[in-house]
């Protein structure tokens, strides 16, 4: 298995381009399929999640054709089975955005109950409630959840959670149900609102993505289109971050600054500038930085996927900062292998309590998710020494190129497969 290896202590200076943003990719290639024309998708991430749904919906009749690594054409006229293979559920939850999709378009759709996740328990209640709102008879059987509808009609549908993937699975089914469907207490996130907009041109009707309520007039057939996703609001702020914590001066390029708000006034509260263009966000850190408090919350509040890179950077603040887990149970795994680099960080249930430390100090540590293995990055960007890190396999799930992107910010960072590669790095960078 491969791991990074980094040697830290570089402030990073520089450019880097953002990606498509991976959870619009999920929603949106799903929802490719409800029409029987072709839909070519561009601005799409090159990461190993986008890869795995593109083969379940291969796996049930769509014909992908990958145009280059960031574009894509979708048929969905010779899907056959309705019924999505474990194989790829298991790699990842979000293929069960093709259970909205397949029943808003054929009225039917099997696909097994996703698993647990290591950021803790992930229900989906409430995109079941939503389907059976929505006129389908729901049941789980040998593991996997069926949910049929002799027709689907409109509903009106109040989320108990605010949900990202329940707002969009149900966003989907209802596009295509007959009548008209009202979602309340929906998410708001930039990535539902890119769903709905890439629905809207398909023919779909709707309306107030973007807003805790969406209204849904389902239309009966769907049509091509042409799409571009937007920027990765998260690949972004994690190198935001990278900037903050190694000291640097980075200009972010290929963004929608109002997405980064929330992440952009906790990086101003902590001592760093942010200068906002059209499309880019500079971030310049050229001090020790300072504490604060944050809460992760659903959009517009502070993303919960940029919790383990801002608690990374508190770890090197002056002082003592408190961050509040409210969306995920089990999110803050990555705290031991961060007290293995010398941070300081307590964790009492759902809050961890960061006394920040002059410096961190490379060293071995494994990545435990996605987002905790990108602050680990991070981390070893920022420390002293060498830092390699395990399990990278979790970060290329939703990182294109992420070493590279990190070189060419100045970063003395590789990607290698054995003990032999690590040791030639490190008498390399000395
Ligand atoms: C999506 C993102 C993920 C991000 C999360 C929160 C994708 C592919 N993934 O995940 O990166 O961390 O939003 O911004 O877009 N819940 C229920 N019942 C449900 C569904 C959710 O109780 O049926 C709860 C969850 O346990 C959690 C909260 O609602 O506490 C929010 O989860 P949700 O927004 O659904 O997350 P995902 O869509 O899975």
Redesign the pocket.
């Known amino acids: 298995m491969d791991q990074y290896v980094i040697k830290g202590g570089i402030p990073l200076v520089g450019e880097v381009e953002i990606g498509g943003a ?2 619009a990719a ?2 949106i290639l799903a929802a490719a399929i409800m029409t029987d024309e072709t839909v070519v998708i561009d601005n799409l991430p090159d990461v190993q999640d986008i890869n795995v749904l593109l083969e379940a919906m291969s796996g049930i009749g769509a014909v992908v054709d990958r145009i280059n690594s960031h574009k894509v054409a979708i048929n969905g006229s010779m899907i056959g089975e309705v019924s999505v293979d474990y194989e790829y559920i298991k790699k990842i ?2 293929s069960y955005y093709l259970l909205g999709a397949l029943l808003g378009k054929y009225k039917k759709a099997e696909v097994p109950l996703p698993g647990g996740c290591n ?11 939503g389907f059976r709102a929505l006129g389908a008879s729901v049941s789980i059987r040998h593991g996997s959840i069926i949910a049929v509808a002799e027709r689907l009609h409109g509903s009106h549908i109040f989320l ?7 707002t ?1 699975n149900i966003m989907m089914a209802a596009s295509m149900a007959e009548g008209y469907t009202i979602i309340e207490n929906a ?1 708001r ?1 930039p ?1 539902v609102v890119d769903v709905a907009n890439f629905l809207n041109s398909m023919g779909a009707n709707i309306k107030g993505a973007g807003t805790d309520v969406i209204r849904i007039r389902g239309v009966e057939k769907l049509h091509k289109t042409d799409y571009s996703i937007i920027p990765d609001q ?1 690949e972004a702020g994690t190198f935001m971050f990278a900037a903050a914590a190694t000291k640097g001066d980075v200009m972010v390029k290929n963004v929608i600054p109002k997405h980064l708000e929330a992440t952009t006034a906790k990086l101003e509260e902590i001592g760093c500038e942010v200068e906002e263009f059209d499309d880019a966000v500079r971030v310049v850190a050229s001090k020790r930085l300072r504490t604060t408090n944050v809460k992760t919350l ?2 517009p509040g502070y ?3 940029m919790q383990p890179q801002i608690s990374v950077t508190l770890a090197l603040a002056q002082g003592t900062s408190i961050v509040t887990e409210s ?2 149970e089990n999110r803050f795994k990555y705290v031991d292998e961060l007290a293995r680099m010398g941070a300081n960080i307590k964790v009492e249930g759902n809050t961890a309590i960061i006394s920040g430390v002059k410096s961190l100090m490379g060293a071995r540590v494994s990545a435990p998710d996605l987002r905790a293995g990108a602050a680990l990055v991070i981390a070893g960007l920022a420390a002293e020494g060498v830092t390699i890190v395990d399990d990278i396999v979790y970060i290329q799930r939703g990182y294109e190129r992420f070493e590279e992107k990190l070189r060419g910010l100045g970063a003395e960072i590789e990607r290698v497969s054995c003990e032999k590669e690590i040791q030639k790095f490190k008498l390399r960078v000395g």
């Open positions: 991976k959870n999920l929603g939850r979000a950021i803790g328990s992930r229900p989906i209640d409430l995109h079941l409630k108990d959670t605010v949900s990202v993937g329940a969009i998410a996130e990535h998260i659903p959009y993303p919960t996927d969306i995920f």
